[in-house]
C-alpha cells in the first residue's frame, strides 16, 4: 500500500497555505462516475466534536451535482510538481471533457469506492454531514457584488466529517 492511515491530528501544515497556495482537489463519486475540480477555500477544524473538512462549491461547477449526489467526498493534496495539473482541473470543466486523463491524474478509489488519485500527497476522505448554499438574503453587499462581478452561481458550503486521513509513504 503507498498510502499510510493517519490520525487528523497528525495533519501537518498550515491551512492558509494549503488551500490558498498550494492547492486542492475536491473529488466526489466513484469507480462509475465522479468528478474533480479545484479548490483553494476550505478549512479544517473541530465541530459537533468532530473533526471536519469544509470545502465551497459554487453551482456553477460540475463537480456540485456529484456533491450533492454522494454522501461522501474526498480532498486532495499534491507536491508542487502537480501545479499544472491543478491549474489544468481549475479551468476545464468535467462536462466536456474527461479532464483527470488531460491532466495526467491516475483515479484510484478508497476502500469504500470514493475516487481520489495516486498523485496525491495527501487524501482526506469525509462524510457530508450538512451543506447549505449561501443566502444571498444574509451576505454583506461587498460579497454581493463579488458575486456579480464574476457572474458566478453562489458557493455551497459541504461539511464533511473527517473519516480516513492517508498519507503517502
Ligand atoms: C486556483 C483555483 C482555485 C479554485 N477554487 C475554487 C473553490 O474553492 N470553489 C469553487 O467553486 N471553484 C473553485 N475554482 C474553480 C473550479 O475549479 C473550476 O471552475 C473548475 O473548472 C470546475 O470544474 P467542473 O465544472 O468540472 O466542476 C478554483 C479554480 C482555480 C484555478
Known sequence: ME???ISPKDIQGNTFSMFAEDLALVTAGNQKSFNT???????????WSKPIITVYVSSSR????FMDANDEFTVEFFDK???DALMYLGTHSGRNEDKVSN?????VFTESGNATFKESRLI???KKLYSHEFDAN????????WYKQRKLGLHTMYIGEIKNVWIKQ
Open 3 to 5: 498510502f499510510k492511515r
Open 81 to 83: 510538481k502537480y501545479t
Open 138 to 145: 444574509a451576505l454583506p453587499e461587498e460579497i454581493i457584488q
Open 62 to 65: 460540475y463537480t456540485k451535482q
Open 124 to 126: 482526506i476522505e469525509a
Open 103 to 107: 491532466a495526467r491524474l491516475t483515479p
Open 37 to 47: 475540480m479545484t479548490i483553494g477555500w476550505g478549512d479544517f477544524g473541530i465541530l
